[in-house]
């Protein structure tokens, strides 16, 4: 590139410019023509125009392309919180499952209403809700996953990005929390419903959040789109 530089730069040093000029302005009989001026005037023109169809072209093919990128992220990001929704249901429903029953002194597994329950009828149950549980769990991990591929943790994403993470992770803890609850007892020093509405709160509120700054972000991005950036 510094090569070809310095060659054009060579090049319009040594042209004579005098020449061109009485070439361009001057007839034979050494009076001024108006015709070199158009001529001059029209290739001005011609090259301003192709700059600027040029500048042109490539400012509409950065909004498209951007304005493709925004919606499969604001896709994505749908896909997501919805995904968000499936996992918190899911658990809080294993949970009431789990909160229904508890273990007696012999070992016998009880319901809400006092009667016993096989132990295998239990598992199995329990065990369907937790494929649910796993099922929607990757499906939260799967559209983070995508939502990051587009999206970087540059200034203006970041707290997008930050919004995307935390509520991945509080997913993530409560899962964990009702996995290793034991029936009868509390959670996080609650009772199981009391929880469960604690969960449904605190991921509502991550949700809302994630939405209202994925809002503001999509925002100034169709800002950008429309300048062409």
């Known amino acids: 590139m510094s090569k070809l530089l310095s060659s054009i730069t060579t090049w319009w040093l040594n042209i004579d410019w005098e020449k061109v000029a009485n070439f361009l302005f001057i007839d034979k009989d050494n009076k001024f023509q108006w015709i070199g001026v158009s001529a001059v005037f029209a290739v001005v023109v011609f090259f301003f125009n192709t700059s600027w169809e040029h500048h042109k072209l490539n400012a509409e ?7 493709q990128w925004m919606n499969t992220v604001r896709e994505y990001i749908v896909d997501y919180t919805i995904a968000a929704q499936d996992l918190d249901l899911a658990l809080r429903k294993m949970l009431a499952y789990k909160a ?9 597994l009880t319901n809400e209403e006092g009667f016993v329950i096989s132990i295998e009828d239990y598992e ?7 494929d649910v549980v796993n099922l929607s769990s990757r499906a939260v991990s799967k559209t983070r996953g995508l939502l990051m591929l587009y999206i970087t943790n540059s200034k ?11 509520l991945a ?16 007892t509390q959670i996080e020093g609650q009772h199981p419903n009391d929880y469960a509405e604690t969960l449904q709160k ?8 994630l939405t209202e700054t994925a809002r503001d972000y999509m925002k100034n991005e169709w800002e950008r789109a429309k300048k062409g950036q």
């Open 61 to 67: 093919i950065k909004s498209k392309s951007r304005i």
């Open 100 to 108: 229904r029953h508890e273990v007696q002194r012999t070992g016998e």
């Open 124 to 130: 199995s149950e329990l065990t369907a809700r937790n």
């Open 156 to 166: 203006s994403e970041r707290a997008l990005v930050k919004n995307i993470q935390d």
């Open 169 to 184: 992770d509080y997913l993530q803890v409560a899962r964990s929390k009702v996995g290793s609850y034991k029936e009868g």
């Open 202 to 209: 605190d991921i509502e509120n991550r949700i809302n959040l």
